[in-house]
């Protein structure tokens, strides 16, 4: 199993009260599955994600990633199993307004070792990005934006990509297609844990879980 998520649970304090975020949650994703967690804002989608990605610590449950398990090792070690495991895709994008798109894509692997320029023009050419090489984020689409915060997420050869709301700013001709790619990443072997309140990723994911409250209300 590349991702196993048991029993997690996260809450925040807010005005004195606390709010159960995620409320023992689970799931797994397996090597070519895109699995989707669908549910409206508020409802602890993007918590869950960013535990699952090693970038929010829960207060109960496991996470294991490729049979690592993630909040058993050091902060150190757990960024470097995300530098090298884990593609991240986030609504907002988070492009670098003043680098251009080669240098925005190369930025993951600076970190790594594996900042490869062919590598980052080979992907900026499957997603026909190649006539925008040198432009900033300013000067794109936000479909074009969105196809380079992907390219961006793959750079590294992730075994598996976490998408928040990766169509949630996308027209329904940019959104299948950002889909379409994502989908591509799961059939060639990797794995996608997909959250979004669009329903119609649902129809390319290989399981869907509806979330309100913090909680799974159905599969």
Not at 147 to 172: H, S, Y
Request: net charge neutral.
């Amino acid at each position: 199993m590349l991702l196993k998520i048991d029993n997690l649970k996260k809450t925040f304090s807010a005005k004195g009260k606390h709010v159960p975020a995620v409320d023992d949650v689970s799931l797994d994703v397996d090597k070519g599955e895109l699995v989707a967690v669908n549910g409206p804002s508020g409802c602890g989608k993007t918590t869950l994600l960013l535990i699952a990605g090693g970038l929010l610590v829960p207060d109960e449950g496991k996470v294991w990633l490729d049979g690592t398990d993630f909040y058993s090792i050091s902060s150190e070690q757990r960024t470097h199993k995300r530098a090298s495991s884990i593609g991240f895709v986030f609504q907002q994008f988070h492009l670098l307004p003043y680098l251009n798109i080669l240098q925005n894509v190369m930025v993951p692997g600076l970190g790594t070792g594996n900042s490869s320029e062919s590598r980052a023009r080979e992907l900026i050419d499957l997603f026909n990005l190649t006539s925008r090489i040198d432009h900033k984020p300013s000067q794109l689409s936000t479909g074009e934006r969105q196809r380079v915060a992907l390219v961006r997420a793959l750079i590294n050869k992730p075994q598996i990509l976490f998408a928040d709301e990766p169509t949630g700013n996308l027209d329904d001709d940019n959104a299948e297609e950002v889909i379409k790619y994502i989908s591509l990443f799961a059939e060639e072997g990797g794995g996608v844990l997909l959250v979004s309140h669009d329903t119609r990723t649902a129809f390319h994911a290989n399981r869907t879980y509806r979330m309100k409250q913090g909680k799974f209300i159905q599969e």
